[in-house]
C-alpha cells in the first residue's frame, strides 16, 4: 500500500473515531423510553444516585417555599444552597458520560439557579422576587421530566 493511501485510511478512521465520541456526547447513553420520553440507561446505582439528587432537589423546593412565607430569608439560603453546585461535583465521570448534553445542561442550569436563589435570599431580595425565580426554575423541572426518563442496564 501506498504511504499516501495509509495517511488517508488513518485520517478516515480518526474522522470517524472523532464523530461517534461527538455523537456520543451529544446523545449519552439514551433509547426509547416505555413511554414517549427518551431513557437514559445507567447502571442500578447510577440511577438511585441521580434519583437521590432529585428528591434533595424536591426538599430544597419545598424548603425555599416554607422559608419565604415565614419570612425566614436564612432557611431559605440554606435550602437553596444544599441543592447548589456543590452537589453537582459528586457525580463520578462515568455517570457523567451516559448522560445527554441537553440534561447535563439544565441539570446544571437549576443548581446554578439554586446557588442564585440562595445569594438572593441572603442579600435581601424581597420575597415576590425569589418566588419569580422558583417558579421559573420548576419550568426546567418540568421541561426535563417530560423529556427524558431512567432506565436501569440490564
Ligand atoms: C436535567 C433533567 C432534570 C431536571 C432539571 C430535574 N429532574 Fe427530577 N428527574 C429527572 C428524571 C429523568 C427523573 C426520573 C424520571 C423517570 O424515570 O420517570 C427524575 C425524577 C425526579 C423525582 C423522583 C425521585 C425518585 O426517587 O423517584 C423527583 C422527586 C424529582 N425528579 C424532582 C425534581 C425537582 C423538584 C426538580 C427541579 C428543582 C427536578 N427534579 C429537576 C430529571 C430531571
Redesign the pocket.
Known amino acids: 500500500m501506498k504511504p499516501s493511501k495509509l495517511g488517508l485510511i488513518s485520517l478516515l478512521l480518526w474522522i470517524a473515531t472523532v464523530a461517534a465520541l461527538a455523537w456520543f456526547f451529544i446523545r449519552g447513553n439514551t433509547t426509547a423510553g416505555t413511554d414517549h420520553r427518551t431513557a ?1 440507561v445507567l447502571q442500578a446505582s447510577e440511577r438511585d444516585f ?3 439528587e ?2 434533595g ?2 426538599v ?2 419545598q424548603g425555599i417555599l416554607e422559608g419565604v412565607t415565614r419570612g425566614d430569608m436564612q432557611a431559605v439560603t440554606k435550602a437553596a444552597s444544599a ?1 447548589g453546585m456543590g452537589v453537582a461535583a459528586d457525580a463520578n465521570p462515568a455517570l457523567i458520560a451516559k448522560l445527554p448534553l441537553d ?1 447535563k445542561a ?2 446544571m442550569s ?1 443548581h446554578r439557579d439554586m446557588d442564585d436563589m440562595a445569594k438572593a435570599a441572603a442579600t435581601g431580595t424581597p420575597a415576590p422576587e425569589i418566588l419569580k425565580m422558583e417558579a421559573n ?2 419550568t ?2 418540568i421541561a ?2 417530560s423529556t ?3 432506565q436501569a442496564a440490564r
Open positions: 437514559i441521580v434519583l437521590s432529585m428528591r432537589m424536591l430544597a423546593t441543592a440534561f439544565l441539570g437549576v426554575t420548576l426546567k423541572c426535563c421530566h427524558w426518563q431512567l
